[in-house]
């Protein structure tokens, strides 16, 4: 009888495992916990998946038997694209495909843009080098859009999304960007411009040589012009913001020299066209205790070497507001910035960006950089200065219109040639995200930085410093003494009971 109903539990524990697993192809729930919710699809996602017209299909070209930490990633990938399929009620099919497997899959994943990387990989007490695949390839039709590398611990729903999104979209809005006083060509914009192909059409605007320049544009972004702009632009500018036209400003307002080691005032007529809205980019230079170092080289007896030295004048920023542009947001270095502020009415609403730290202050220009000053906190008095706002509100003829400006013009631009360096991705974020919000996109700004960038550690106190150092050092010490005092009261006590009599 006991072996007829274990015979009959086994075949239902079976039948339930049978079901189950049925029904998880069909189902797919998971609980999200992480901070920025990072496993839960965002509205954007699930309005696109359920907008779509044709059927996507998807090829993950993912390397299997990868180390625990990557293999991860295939997995967190497979997941998304279940919930993809599901909600888009089977539009959006997939399917995995090993290039490791196979010499012609391999040829053919790289024939698509899908690029391998080298990782390391611990193989009986030796590390050896892997080739590891993990890319996708998303098709429409005849349309296809890569994403080469699925970077572990990154905004993967928005890459996916967005490679979606592109294929979806038949006309992208198009965001101009002024040039012809000295602004940055779209060529020194590399990492920006990726970003911003994706969705939309970046064009160069000239207002003195084009005819109808802003006829079409979304919204209009001034970056680091160093030249007059003439009072006719403005006019132009004015007559686009009218319309409802959006504006995204990145301006110098101070021009620092690190070679001269001087700092000037940097007058250009968009500081005055701004101030006669109220916004008022200050002339001074923001110093943080926050802040990035420099290379400067010392001489000593013969010979030459360079140490790294505190510079207050590049702050690193990581006081956020709480705001779709923001968010998610956790380091932007800036150089040479400037405070933004705002003096008019209260018919614009002003909603401050970026922060500096509690120990800040300004310097007013010109001025001259002493890099061998010893700096302290006498020299940061100030705290959570604004960097950079959003404005909304009537600002031209009573039409409601928005502005996003930031008080240094430098922050995203890469360069050309030699001169092109690596910014970092957040600095990259603020820009784009600033512009998405502007253009009014459809709530991707949410995803791209969906995922870890940077986690700096929170300064400490030289004071606190010093604390917490001893107290790890004595503490063990401290609680291994209790322990041993306890231990051999302990013990005292058991001697003084076996000498009493009628112990046993």
């Known amino acids: 009888m006991k072996a007829k109903h274990a015979g009959l539990y086994i075949f239902m524990v079976l039948l339930a495992l049978v079901v189950v697993n049925m029904l998880s192809d069909k189902l797919f729930l998971r609980l999200d916990l992480t901070e920025d919710n990072r496993y839960t699809l965002?509205?954007?996602?699930?309005?696109?998946?359920?907008?779509?017209?044709?059927?996507?299909?998807?090829?993950?070209?993912?390397?299997?038997?990868?180390?625990?930490?990557?293999?991860?990633?295939?997995?967190?990938?497979?997941?998304?694209?279940?919930?993809?399929?599901n909600i888009s009620k089977n539009s959006v099919m997939y399917e995995f495909v090993n290039p490791n497997a196979d010499e012609d899959i391999e040829k053919e994943a790289m024939s698509?843009?899908?690029?391998?990387?080298?990782?390391?990989?611990?193989?009986?007490?030796?590390?050896?080098?892997?080739?590891?695949?993990?890319?996708?390839?998303?098709?429409?039709?005849?349309?296809?859009?890569?994403?080469?590398?699925?970077?572990?611990?990154?905004?993967?729903?928005?890459?996916?999304?967005?490679?979606?999104k592109k294929l979806s979209t038949e006309n992208k809005p198009v965001i101009g960007f002024l040039q012809g006083h000295g602004e940055p060509e779209l060529n020194a914009l590399q990492q920006a411009m990726t970003e911003l192909m994706v969705l939309y059409q970046p064009k160069a605007v000239n207002l003195t040589t084009m005819p109808n320049a802003l006829d079409g544009v979304s919204t209009l972004a001034i970056i680091a012009p160093t030249d007059s702009i003439h009072p006719e632009e403005f006019m132009q500018i004015d007559a686009f913001m009218?319309?409802?036209?959006?504006?995204?400003?990145?301006?110098?307002?101070?021009?620092?020299?690190?070679q001269e080691q001087r700092g000037n005032p940097?007058?250009?007529?968009?500081?005055?066209?701004?101030?006669?809205?109220?916004?008022?980019?200050?002339?001074?230079?923001?110093?943080?205790?926050?802040?990035?170092?420099?290379?400067?080289?010392?001489?000593?007896?013969?010979?030459t070497f360079t140490s790294q030295v505190q510079f207050p004048y590049i702050p690193i920023i990581t006081k956020f507001a709480d705001h779709a542009i923001t968010k998610g947001l956790e380091q932007v270095v800036a150089q040479f910035v400037s405070?933004?502020?705002?003096?008019?009415?209260?018919s614009i609403h002003v909603t401050p960006l970026v922060f500096?730290?509690?120990?800040?202050?300004?310097?007013?220009?010109?001025?001259?950089?002493?890099?061998?000053?010893?700096?302290?906190?006498?020299?940061?008095?100030?705290?959570?200065?604004?960097l950079g706002s959003l404005f909304e509100g009537n600002f031209v003829n009573g039409i409601h219109t928005k502005m996003v400006v930031i008080g240094d013009g430098d922050f995203a631009i890469n360069g050309k040639g030699q001169q092109a360096r690596q910014q970092n991705?957040?600095?990259?974020?603020?820009?784009?995200?600033?512009?998405?919000?502007?253009?009014?996109?459809?709530?991707?700004?949410?995803?791209?930085?969906?995922?870890?960038?940077?986690?700096?550690?929170?300064?400490?106190?030289?004071?606190?410093?010093?604390?917490?150092k001893w107290f790890n050092f004595l503490m063990p010490i401290v609680l291994i003494l209790i322990l041993g005092i306890i231990r051999s009261q302990q013990q005292r006590n058991l001697r003084m009971r076996r000498m009493e009599e009628g112990y046993v």
């Open 42 to 85: 965002s509205k954007a996602t699930k309005d696109i998946l359920k907008n779509l017209d044709e059927p996507i299909t998807i090829t993950a070209y993912f390397s299997e038997n990868l180390p625990a930490d990557i293999a991860r990633t295939r997995q967190d990938f497979m997941d998304l694209l279940t919930e993809y399929r």
């Open 266 to 303: 940097l007058t250009t007529g968009l500081e005055s066209w701004l101030s006669q809205k109220g916004i008022i980019v200050e002339n001074n230079f923001v110093i943080d205790a926050t802040c990035a170092s420099i290379g400067v080289q010392q001489q000593q007896g013969f010979f």
């Open 112 to 164: 698509k843009g899908i690029q391998p990387v080298l990782i390391n990989v611990r193989e009986k007490d030796q590390m050896k080098q892997q080739k590891a695949f993990l890319g996708a390839v998303i098709q429409k039709g005849e349309q296809t859009e890569i994403i080469p590398f699925m970077q572990p611990g990154t905004a993967m729903e928005y890459a996916l999304s967005s490679g979606i």
């Open 356 to 386: 500096t730290s509690e120990k800040a202050g300004t310097l007013s220009a010109p001025l001259y950089f002493d890099i061998q000053k010893k700096w302290d906190d006498r020299d940061f008095p100030l705290a959570q200065l604004p």
């Open 425 to 468: 991705p957040d600095n990259i974020n603020l820009m784009v995200n600033s512009i998405d919000f502007l253009s009014d996109d459809t709530g991707l700004i949410d995803l791209r930085t969906k995922g870890v960038t940077s986690r700096p550690l929170d300064q400490l106190e030289d004071g606190r410093k010093a604390f917490l």
């Open 242 to 258: 009218a319309k409802g036209g959006r504006v995204y400003v990145a301006m110098n307002r101070v021009d620092g020299q690190l």
């Open 339 to 346: 405070t933004v502020s705002y003096a008019g009415d209260s």
